[in-house]
């Protein structure tokens, strides 16, 4: 495979030195093309050398990696970001299943986020998920957001709206959407109550999490039962019930 055209978006010298050195030695089919301090310098680099990867740093001054998205009018790189840890940050781009690196970075994940984006590139897929970043970013709403679900053979991209409930099943989460697909997961449900707590799902057993916009009737009992709008019944544990039941308060 020809080598990747890389650009480094860090305004610490010191970081993207570290950054280009680990890339020489232990990524040698990436080509760093150019290195920017700021956004400004990021765009340019971007116009000029049409890069299939760019390495951004997320906390910035004067622009941060998510204000150079939003100034971009197409998105047709990929992106390994880099952040010293910003729960924001991290929730936005696990959301979008986006390649991340902390601070500091660790060679093996350096390496890993990188095969995974050599494998995107032969493989031609045509979605880059900075741009769902993006789009996720600048949908105010929860429920007009999406979701990228890493699928065994790929991904698939799903809007929070049609996402019904979600099912452990073991190592495994099976997303159960409004067109009757059930997409099976290789996460735990853990992974998705932690990402979708904020955005109006709720976890209602050690089995299953729900849409409470779709949540129709409670049923009171032990923990009871929550009927869903396709009349789906689910049990709610006890030791959620009160969680539960204040959502709706």
């Known amino acids: 495979m020809k080598k990747i055209r890389a650009i480094i978006v860090d305004d610490e010298k010191a970081s993207r030195d570290s950054l280009r050195q680990y890339l020489r030695k232990y990524c040698p089919d990436v080509d760093v093309v150019q290195e920017c301090s700021n956004i400004q310098e990021a765009g340019e680099a971007i116009s000029a050398h049409q890069p299939e990867l760019a390495f951004l740093d997320i906390e910035m001054p004067y622009g941060n990696a998510f204000d150079l998205l939003e100034q971009l009018e197409e998105i047709n790189f990929e992106a390994i970001f880099i952040t010293a840890f910003s729960q924001y940050a991290i929730q936005a781009l696990n959301l979008s299943a986006a390649y991340y690196l902390l601070k500091p970075i660790d060679i093996d994940e350096l390496i ?16 880059h998920h900075a741009r769902i970043l993006r789009d996720n970013l600048s949908r105010l709403q929860p429920e007009n957001q999406r979701v990228v679900l890493p699928l065994l053979n790929g991904f698939e991209v799903v809007d929070m709206q049609d996402i019904l409930f979600c099912e452990a099943a073991d190592n495994f989460t099976c997303f159960y959407l409004r067109n009757g697909d059930k997409p099976m997961i290789c996460r735990k449900l853990k992974f998705y109550e932690n990402l979708l707590a904020e955005h109006g799902f709720c976890r209602i057993h050690r089995t299953f999490m729900v849409n409470l916009r779709y949540v129709k009737r409670y049923i009171k009992g032990k923990g009871g039962f929550v009927v869903l709008e396709n009349g789906r019944e689910l049990p709610v544990a006890n030791a959620r019930k009160a969680e539960l039941l204040e959502q709706f308060r």
């Open 112 to 127: 890993q986020a990188v095969n995974k984006v050599k494998e995107r590139l032969q493989n031609q897929e045509a979605i």
